[in-house]
């Protein structure tokens, strides 16, 4: 399994980017995809996440600012990114995975950085 992440840059304060991230490979048709962030000397952390079925969650620091969504039929993720704040600078990685009773699969993308100017 691949997943392959594009969109990242640099921005305004204030202003909008969108992510993108396309799994490819052998993948369960039920699955959570994922972003989460990383800034140098931290621990990565959840930014938000979707079933192929449920409902979106978000961490409260971007609840209201960030969208996720997913095309299920291309197995791609979304992250629409309005209203950015400096401390949104981080690297952005996309994830994918799903239990299949026995086994957790677990995938990363390669990061892409996001940088919000002031």
């Known amino acids: 399994v691949q997943l392959q992440a594009f969109g990242g840059g640099l921005v305004q304060v204030g202003g909008s980017l969108r992510l993108s991230c396309a799994a490819s490979?052998?993948?369960?048709?039920?699955?959570?995809m994922s972003w989460y962030r990383q800034v140098a000397g931290k621990q990565r952390e959840l930014v938000a996440s979707?079933?192929?079925?449920?409902?979106?969650n978000y961490a409260d620091s971007v609840k209201g600012r960030f969208t996720i969504s997913r095309n299920n039929d291309k197995n791609t993720v979304y992250l629409q990114m309005n209203s950015l704040k400096p401390e949104d600078t981080a690297v952005y990685y996309c994830?994918?995975?799903?239990?299949?009773?026995?086994?957790?699969?677990?995938?990363w993308g390669q990061g892409t950085q996001v940088t919000v100017s002031s």
């Open positions: 994830n994918i995975r799903w239990w299949d009773g026995r086994t957790l699969s677990n995938y």
């Open positions: 490979g052998s993948i369960s048709s039920t699955n959570n």
């Open positions: 979707v079933t192929n079925g449920g409902s979106p």
